[in-house]
C-alpha cells in the first residue's frame, strides 16, 4: 500500500486540522492505520490508530481533542485535530500494517510497514 498525507498548515492554539490520508490498493479495509508525529529534535512518537474494526487508540496528550477515522470505501484515514497546542507541532506521519485480526492495532512505529510521506503542523502560541 502506498499513502499520501496532506492537510498540514499553520493554526492558532486553539484551533483545528484535519490530516486526509489517502491510500492505494484494493485491501485498504485489511490495514491498520495509524498517525505518528516528529517534533525536531525528538523521536517519532505514536498519536493514533485504527483497527480494522474502528476500534481506536490514542496516546495520553491528544485523547478527548483527536479524532482518527477511517473510510474504507474510499480508501482514506483521517486525523482531526481539535484545541491544538504548540506542543502538537510535528510533521505528521501516516503508516499502515496488513493484519488478519480484526481488532488488532499496532502503536508501535516499528510494527508499521508503509509510511506516507509526512505532513507539517504548526501551531502558533
Known amino acids: 500500500v502506498q499513502l499520501q498525507a496532506s492537510g498540514g498548515g499553520l493554526v492558532q492554539a486553539g484551533g483545528s486540522l484535519t490530516l486526509p490520508c489517502a491510500a492505494s490498493?484494493?485491501?485498504?479495509?485489511?490495514?491498520?492505520m495509524g498517525w505518528f508525529r516528529q517534533a525536531p529534535g525528538k523521536e517519532r512518537e505514536f498519536v493514533a490508530a485504527?483497527?480494522?474494526?474502528?476500534?481506536?487508540y490514542y496516546r495520553a496528550s491528544v485523547k478527548g481533542r483527536f479524532i482518527i477515522s477511517r473510510n474504507n470505501a474510499r480508501n482514506t484515514v483521517a486525523l482531526q485535530m481539535n484545541s491544538l497546542k504548540p506542543e502538537d507541532t510535528a510533521v505528521y506521519y501516516c503508516?499502515?500494517?496488513?493484519?488478519?485480526?480484526?481488532?488488532?492495532?499496532?502503536?508501535?512505529?516499528?510494527?508499521?510497514?508503509?509510511w506516507g510521506q509526512g505532513t507539517q503542523v504548526t501551531v502558533s502560541s
Open positions: 503508516a499502515a500494517q496488513y493484519t488478519n485480526s480484526g481488532d488488532r492495532s499496532y502503536i508501535a512505529a516499528r510494527d508499521y510497514g508503509a
Open positions: 490498493g484494493r485491501t485498504f479495509s485489511e490495514y491498520v
Open positions: 485504527i483497527s480494522r474494526t474502528a476500534s481506536t
